[in-house]
């Protein structure tokens, strides 16, 4: 299976500050995705991060908000913008597409406490 | 659109007491992927099982096992004699396997909280 790494596992920042959240994979994969986990709640799909092109936003999620780059097969990027209390979360990368190529891997995750 | 229901919010069993996870799912494809993860309190997310709707076998894997029925839109899963270190959130997730935009995408249910007593 893939393994990811996600920097930083966790922060606290500042409101109205901005976070860039690193996701490595030691393999190449196919697809990228970022996935949000409020506190006590399940998970959701902030967006498809696509290789060398703009990445796809679900319903709800804006790329002014979160900005996501994915210039290689292994590496991205996504910045939670002007943050507020509310994207206090568990920010989760995931993978599709790599040594098994049907099962998707999760990240370790970041905890962002904004204060 | 897909949907995927965990009706159990949480459940607390003595340990090696076995315990059921239900999950119920709704989905237009036939082509389709069926996952469980398991999420201790460190936060991480562990793959336990896919499950492709072609293939309704149940399986069995150490203590834990899964029964796939299509019919009642149905993956449920049992472990058996239950240990503390059983104690976590778990989801069970459904993906919609095509090529092309939104490919891949999970959609997780609200997740079952299991506690396990010693």
């Known amino acids: 299976s893939a393994v990811i790494s996600q920097k930083p596992s966790r922060d606290i920042c500042q409101r109205g500050t901005s976070l860039t959240i690193q996701c490595q994979v030691d393999?190449?994969?196919?697809?990228m995705f970022w996935y949000r986990q409020q506190p006590g709640q399940s998970l959701t799909l902030i967006a498809t991060?696509?290789?060398?092109?703009?990445?796809?936003?679900e319903s709800g999620f804006v790329i002014d908000k979160f900005p996501i780059s994915r210039p290689n097969l292994t590496f991205s990027t996504l910045t939670v913008s002007n943050m507020s209390p509310e994207d206090s979360s568990i920010y989760l990368c995931s993978v599709w597409g790599g040594p098994d190529t049907d099962t998707q891997y999760f990240g370790p995750g970041t905890r962002l406490t904004v204060l | 659109a897909q949907k995927v229901t965990q009706a159990q919010t949480e459940i607390s069993v003595v340990e090696k007491e076995d315990v059921t996870l239900d999950c119920v799912y709704e989905?237009?494809?036939?082509?389709?992927?069926l996952f469980w993860y398991k999420q201790p309190p460190s936060g991480e997310l562990v793959f336990l099982i896919r499950r492709n709707s072609f293939d309704e076998q149940n399986e069995i894997s150490g203590r834990y096992s899964w029964n796939f029925q299509k019919s009642t839109s149905s993956f449920n899963f049992t472990i058996t004699a239950s240990q503390v270190v059983d104690s976590a959130v778990y989801f069970c997730?459904?993906?919609?396997?095509?090529?092309?935009?939104?490919?891949?995408?999970?959609?997780f249910g609200k997740g079952t909280k299991l506690s396990v007593i010693p």
């Open positions: 997730a459904l993906s919609e396997a095509y090529s092309g935009a939104g490919s891949y995408q999970l959609t």
């Open positions: 989905t237009r494809d036939t082509t389709y992927y």
């Open positions: 393999s190449q994969v196919t697809m």
């Open positions: 991060a696509n290789q060398g092109s703009e990445a796809t936003y």
